[in-house]
């Protein structure tokens, strides 16, 4: 079955400096890979998704995502956090019909 | 508004109600999944629609857990007999038929069961 990992819990970042958030994944056959967020009490938003193509994927927000079939890795990416980033982010892979996603990662933006 | 609505946002109910969730998706997608998520989790599936047609239960859906689309519009969630163990965020994603290009997900309907 198709699954990803989120190893940290929690990314601390101060304003202004780069943010990756990282995620690793297993998939049979060709990873389909999104990244979404969400803000407390409410749904998840679409960042950015990897089908095919460019392994550097622009999304929402000035959020970028590298995918590394080598490293089965598609970790987030933001050159300069903004303290509006602090949410909590998911890595999905899909597979079997379904989107299969982490356990998520609370980024915190320190002003 | 052109989004997934789910109502309620908030069900407060005691042990051993029945409670039931309404999700209107894009109204071109055909596809319609059920997720559940608990504090410090990323959502887990539950069940997904094509059309009126309920092609996958996960084994998180007990036989308290039934869910519907009839005539391939909106969907409900009903839970019977609630436990505790049901308190979650609920969320409903929809997908259009062609392609892929990830989900569009609702605000999600927040269970409390006390």
């Known amino acids: 079955a198709q699954s990803v990992a989120q190893p940290e819990d929690q990314v601390n970042v101060a304003e202004g400096n780069p943010l990756t958030v990282k995620c690793t994944y297993s998939v049979s056959g060709n990873p389909y890979l999104f990244w979404y967020v969400q803000y407390p009490n409410r749904g998840l938003q679409f960042l950015l998704k990897?089908?095919?193509?460019?392994?550097l994927v622009k999304g929402s927000y000035g959020f970028e995502a590298e995918f590394n079939k080598s490293q089965t890795s598609f970790h987030l990416k933001k050159p300069s956090a903004l303290v509006s980033d602090s949410a909590l982010y998911f890595c999905a892979v899909y597979g079997n019909n379904r989107l299969a996603f982490g356990k998520g990662n609370q980024v915190v933006v320190i002003p | 508004d052109t989004g997934v609505s789910q109502d309620p946002r908030h069900k407060i109910t005691k042990r051993g109600q029945n409670v039931t969730f309404r999700c209107d998706p894009i109204?071109?997608?055909?596809?319609l999944y059920w997720y559940r998520q608990t504090l410090g989790q990323g959502p887990e599936f539950l069940t997904y629609f094509q059309n009126e047609a309920q092609l996958e239960k996960s084994r998180l859906l007990s036989d308290r857990f039934s869910a519907e689309r009839p005539k391939g519009s909106f969907s409900t969630l009903e839970i019977q007999r609630t436990e505790q163990g049901d308190s979650a965020m609920y969320l409903c994603a929809s997908s259009p038929p062609t392609g892929f290009y990830g989900y569009t997900f609702g605000s999600g309907t927040r269970l409390t069961v006390v």
């Open positions: 109204s071109e997608h055909n596809r």
């Open positions: 990897y089908i095919t193509g460019d392994n």
